[in-house]
């Protein structure tokens, strides 16, 4: 067993204070359970549980680990999974969680021991067209005295199993089956390029299944993202809803020169949320294929990069929002949405707030699909690569202002020193700048390697999302900049029926630091009652140990990512934000394990951190069993230790 060393810390926040005010509705999680991905439907990520707090974080200490069951899968059939990333429920005094190849555990909360596991053995129906396959959650469901847990797999099923006994209920589907390979309805596509690998959502009677679709193929052959709904009973297919709208639906249009026949992608493959009084679903939808040239797609590509609310019942349109045009930077809305009261301006609203990789936060009426604040269409930068057709227009929210950076001059290059920024000055020569927006030139178009695009594809909020405190309104969103250099290039004959495709370019600044000024990473509280934000905090302290600036009083830059995608995500209880960095990123060295820290939600200050010998890798979560308050957190990849982690204060106290 791995040790935990312990350490408080205590720093200051930047900016501090948010006022409170009251609400009028709250959710959240309750009886210290938490029965979804998110905590709830709402996807809070919040629990009003104290018992861990900023005295006593730092006590924490490991209360057991469950090696994860995919290590007894036979070798030959293992995929490439990556980062353990699985989010647990706990019901009833029991965890709940699936493995990166979609086995489902129940363990014992209090120990970790194991009850029972369910292996759908998906990883025998052979393999789909991408890296890395991940099982990322699942879903639990009640009706009566029937409990099922729903988990949508790498192999393209929809399992639905007997939470008691682990077993597939054999009233749904075959044998609690329902195979995903069918229902897409008609096209010519790759069936081998769609997976699944977040967790279904049931919202009263109905399974509502998203999917994970190889946005990299050089083909125009990848399969449409279209959302499928089941009966939580039987299995039955309930309804489809055409994400690249069919003829005689509204927006096909928007697919000009009948691209919706070819199109792919536009798929749900990040968490999704719902109103469970109004019977709505919310969805966050992808860019189409391909992501970076829309020369076989002219048109906004309505519902790309949208917000959708459906009628879970029949899965008819309610309201929808598009927040790119005609995406051509990988900007997917890639996070559940959070819903929330708040009061504006003396009013109660039923809101739903999206964070995205633009860095932008659209809030609206979740029952109308009204923005909260204006959202203006500004006139943006123009594409120049041949067959290319952008938008005139790109929609900016108002209210709440950006969290993120967004677009590049040369104010925002790194200038610690006039020697670095005359450094970040000739690599910025390099490249095409401009404000967000800005599309992907041709690589060496005017002398330019591509353009800079801030945030990058990986960059703003990614699939951690944001979190909230449903009594305050106050929205928390961790973001990073992570700027990237775009540019697209002929594919070499043969390969490809795209005139042209990605080719990414470095972004990396002088001497090995970061291109731009900092923060790097940062943590942002949100005040959806006023539609600004109440503080925003450096996350991690940064290269200040760099040999050029070791000398300069900067305080804390915020951690640059050093990993391919994003991790973790904020989880909020009664007084605390908790969330981890991996020392890699914090450190800025090769090395193993997390640290995993408390900041007081009030005003952005480090109240205690939690050395971690182990790379955590999903979204933290907490229960309350037997008196004892614990946090659980995915950690590991499948080429090391992947294991479920819980922590608890020991248990004299």
Same mark, same amino acid.
Request: glycine share 10%; charged share 20%; proline share 8%.
């Given at each position: 067993m791995k040790r935990?060393?312990?350490r408080?810390?205590?720093?200051?926040?930047?900016?501090?204070?948010?006022?409170?005010?009251?609400?009028?509705?709250?959710?959240?999680t309750?009886? #210290?359970?938490?029965?979804?991905?998110?905590?709830?439907?709402?996807?809070?990520?919040y629990?009003?549980?104290?018992?861990i707090?900023?005295?006593?974080?730092?006590?924490?200490?490991?209360a057991?680990?469950?090696?994860?069951?995919d290590?007894?899968?036979?070798?030959?059939?293992?995929?490439?999974t990556?980062?353990?990333?699985?989010?647990? *429920?706990?019901?009833?005094?029991?965890?709940?969680?699936a493995?990166?190849?979609?086995q489902?555990?129940?363990?014992d909360a209090?120990?970790?021991?194991?009850?029972w596991?369910?292996d759908?053995?998906?990883?025998?129906?052979?393999?789909?067209?991408?890296?890395? !396959?991940?099982?990322?959650?699942?879903?639990y469901?009640?009706?009566g005295?029937?409990?099922r *847990?729903?988990?949508?797999?790498?192999?393209?099923?929809?399992?639905?199993?007997?939470?008691?006994? #682990?077993?597939p209920?054999?009233?749904?589907?075959v044998k609690?089956?329902?195979?995903?390979? !069918?229902d897409?309805?008609?096209? $010519?596509?790759?069936?081998?390029?769609?997976?699944?690998?977040?967790p279904?959502?049931?919202?009263?009677?109905?399974?509502?299944?998203?999917?994970k679709?190889?946005?990299?193929?050089?083909?125009?052959?990848?399969?449409?993202?279209?959302?499928?709904?089941?009966d939580?009973?039987t299995?039955?297919?309930?309804?489809?809803?055409?994400?690249?709208?069919?003829p005689?639906?509204?927006?096909?249009?928007t697919?000009?020169?009948?691209?919706?026949?070819?199109?792919g992608?536009?798929?749900?493959?990040?968490?999704?949320?719902?109103?469970?009084?109004?019977?709505?679903?919310?969805l966050?939808?992808?860019?189409?294929?391909?992501?970076?040239?829309?020369?076989?797609r002219h048109? $906004?590509?309505?519902?790309?990069?949208? *917000?959708?609310?459906?009628?879970a019942?029949?899965?008819?349109?309610?309201?929808?929002?598009?927040?790119v045009?005609?995406?051509v930077?990988?900007?997917?809305?890639?996070s559940a949405?959070?819903?929330?009261?708040?009061?504006?301006?003396?009013?109660?609203?039923?809101?739903?707030a999206?964070?995205?990789?633009?860095?932008f936060?659209?809030?609206?009426?979740?029952?109308? #699909?009204?923005?909260v604040?204006?959202?203006?269409?500004?006139?943006v930068t123009?594409?120049?690569?041949?067959?290319?057709?952008?938008?005139?227009?790109?929609?900016?929210?108002?209210?709440p202002?950006?969290?993120?950076?967004?677009?590049?001059s040369? $104010?925002?290059?790194?200038?610690?020193?006039?020697?670095?920024?005359?450094?970040?000055?000739?690599?910025?020569?390099?490249?095409?700048?401009?404000?967000?927006?800005?599309?992907?030139?041709?690589?060496?178009?005017?002398?330019?390697r591509?353009?800079?695009?801030?945030?990058g594809?990986?960059?703003?909020a990614?699939?951690?999302?944001?979190?909230?405190?449903p009594?305050?309104?106050?929205?928390?969103?961790?973001?990073?900049?992570?700027?990237?250099g775009?540019?697209?290039?002929?594919?070499?004959?043969?390969?490809?029926?795209?005139?042209?495709?990605?080719?990414?370019?470095?972004?990396?600044?002088?001497?090995?630091?970061?291109?731009?000024?900092?923060?790097?990473?940062?943590?942002? &509280?949100?005040? !959806?009652?006023?539609?600004?934000?109440?503080?925003?905090?450096?996350?991690?302290?940064?290269?200040?140990d760099?040999? &050029?600036?070791?000398?300069l009083?900067?305080?804390? *830059?915020?951690?640059?990512?050093?990993?391919?995608?994003?991790?973790?995500?904020?989880?909020v209880?009664?007084t605390? !934000?908790?969330?981890?960095?991996?020392?890699?990123?914090?450190?800025?060295?090769?090395?193993?394990?997390?640290?995993?820290?408390?900041? $007081?939600?009030?005003?952005?200050?480090?109240?205690?951190e939690?050395n971690?010998?182990?790379r955590?890798h999903?979204?933290?979560?907490?229960?309350?069993?037997?008196?004892?308050?614990?946090? &659980?957190?995915?950690?590991?990849?499948?080429?090391?230790?992947?294991?479920?982690?819980?922590?608890?204060?020991?248990?004299?106290?």
């Amino acid at each position: 067993m791995k040790r935990v060393r312990m350490r408080a810390v205590f720093l200051p926040a930047l900016v501090t204070g948010f006022m409170v005010l009251p609400m009028f509705a709250h959710s959240g999680t309750s009886n #210290g359970e938490w029965r979804h991905h998110g905590g709830d439907h709402s996807s809070t990520k919040y629990s009003a549980l104290g018992q861990i707090d900023g005295t006593n974080f730092s006590q924490l200490e490991v209360a057991w680990r469950w090696e994860s069951a995919d290590f007894r899968i036979p070798e030959e059939s293992l995929y490439y999974t990556g980062d353990y990333r699985a989010t647990p *429920l706990m019901i009833g005094g029991r965890i709940y969680t699936a493995t990166s190849h979609g086995q489902v555990v129940a363990l014992d909360a209090a120990t970790g021991t194991e009850i029972w596991l369910y292996d759908p053995k998906s990883y025998d129906l052979g393999r789909p067209n991408m890296n890395p !396959l991940q099982t990322r959650g699942i879903e639990y469901w009640r009706d009566g005295e029937e409990e099922r *847990l729903f988990v949508a797999t790498i192999g393209k099923q929809l399992v639905s199993i007997d939470i008691a006994t #682990g077993r597939p209920d054999p009233g749904f589907g075959v044998k609690g089956i329902v195979d995903l390979s !069918l229902d897409l309805g008609p096209g $010519d596509f790759d069936i081998e390029n769609i997976t699944h690998g977040a967790p279904p959502i049931v919202v009263g009677d109905t399974v509502i299944v998203g999917s994970k679709i190889f946005d990299y193929t050089l083909n125009n052959s990848s399969p449409p993202g279209h959302v499928r709904a089941y009966d939580a009973r039987t299995g039955k297919f309930k309804w489809r809803f055409h994400t690249i709208p069919r003829p005689g639906e509204k927006f096909n249009e928007t697919w000009e020169n009948e691209s919706w026949k070819k199109a792919g992608n536009t798929n749900v493959w990040s968490m999704m949320a719902a109103d469970d009084e109004l019977g709505y679903v919310y969805l966050p939808t992808s860019t189409p294929t391909n992501d970076y040239w829309g020369g076989m797609r002219h048109g $906004d590509n309505v519902y790309a990069e949208s *917000l959708l609310c459906l009628d879970a019942d029949t899965g008819k349109r309610v309201w929808h929002f598009q927040t790119v045009h005609h995406g051509v930077w990988d900007y997917d809305v890639a996070s559940a949405p959070n819903l929330l009261d708040i009061v504006v301006d003396g009013r109660l609203i039923k809101a739903v707030a999206q964070v995205s990789k633009t860095g932008f936060t659209y809030v609206f009426d979740r029952v109308t #699909g009204e923005p909260v604040w204006p959202i203006e269409e500004r006139p943006v930068t123009q594409s120049t690569v041949p067959g290319e057709k952008t938008s005139a227009t790109q929609p900016h929210p108002t209210k709440p202002p950006a969290f993120e950076r967004q677009g590049i001059s040369e $104010d925002d290059l790194i200038d610690f020193t006039p020697e670095l920024k005359a450094q970040a000055l000739e690599i910025a020569k390099q490249y095409l700048l401009g404000p967000i927006f800005t599309p992907p030139i041709v690589a060496g178009e005017g002398g330019k390697r591509g353009t800079m695009v801030v945030p990058g594809a990986g960059g703003g909020a990614n699939f951690p999302g944001a979190s909230v405190d449903p009594e305050t309104g106050i929205l928390y969103v961790e973001s990073q900049t992570r700027p990237i250099g775009m540019a697209v290039v002929e594919p070499k004959p043969g390969t490809s029926d795209w005139k042209y495709v990605i080719a990414y370019q470095s972004a990396r600044g002088p001497q090995r630091l970061p291109l731009l000024k900092p923060p790097y990473r940062r943590i942002t &509280a949100i005040d !959806l009652n006023r539609g600004e934000h109440a503080w925003q905090i450096p996350f991690g302290t940064g290269p200040t140990d760099h040999p &050029a600036i070791k000398h300069l009083p900067l305080g804390p *830059l915020g951690s640059p990512y050093t990993d391919v995608v994003a991790e973790g995500g904020i989880l909020v209880t009664k007084t605390l !934000l908790i969330t981890y960095l991996s020392k890699t990123d914090e450190l800025g060295v090769e090395t193993t394990g997390s640290f995993l820290r408390a900041y $007081d939600k009030a005003n952005g200050e480090l109240l205690a951190e939690v050395n971690v010998d182990q790379r955590l890798h999903g979204a933290p979560m907490t229960y309350l069993h037997e008196g004892r308050q614990y946090i &659980a957190i995915a950690a590991g990849s499948s080429t090391a230790d992947s294991e479920l982690v819980a922590f608890t204060l020991p248990s004299h106290r």
